[in-house]
């Protein structure tokens, strides 16, 4: 019942900038928590940032202080302003929702966007 519409990804140089968004839409519930995921070919998808519909945040270690999730409520769109970009941020990023209804764990995925992070 929710679709997630990702945008931003590309290539940049080290120490760039990048900022992704995913837009968010159908039947999605007034308390959710949204977030970023990562993957590169061959390891597991990892968790970057996620944030509830409260504004409570959780980062990955390897990206304190570089990356900030943030989200627009009225627009249901997700945010992940990416600074100081490393080769090793190079990853498939997907945006995510999740929401309890009736009990059950409903969960939902973007299909990705490619950001590239070489000289």
């Known amino acids: 019942q929710v679709q997630l519409a990702e945008s931003g990804g590309g290539l940049v140089q080290p120490g760039g900038s990048l900022r992704l968004s995913c837009a968010a839409s159908?039947?999605?519930?007034?308390?959710?928590?949204m977030g970023w995921y990562r993957q590169v070919p061959g390891k597991p998808r990892e968790l970057v940032a996620e944030?509830?519909?409260?504004?409570?945040?959780d980062y990955a270690d390897s990206v304190k202080g570089r990356f900030t999730i943030s989200r627009d409520n009225a627009k249901n769109t997700l945010y992940l302003q990416m600074n100081s970009l490393k080769p090793e941020d190079t990853a498939v990023y997907y945006c995510?929702?999740?929401?309890?209804?009736?009990?059950?764990?409903?969960?939902?995925w973007g299909q990705g966007t490619q950001v590239t992070v070489s000289s």
């Open positions: 944030i509830t519909s409260g504004g409570n945040t």
């Open positions: 995510y929702l999740r929401q309890l209804v009736s009990g059950s764990l409903d969960e939902y």
């Open positions: 159908g039947r999605i519930f007034r308390f959710n928590t």
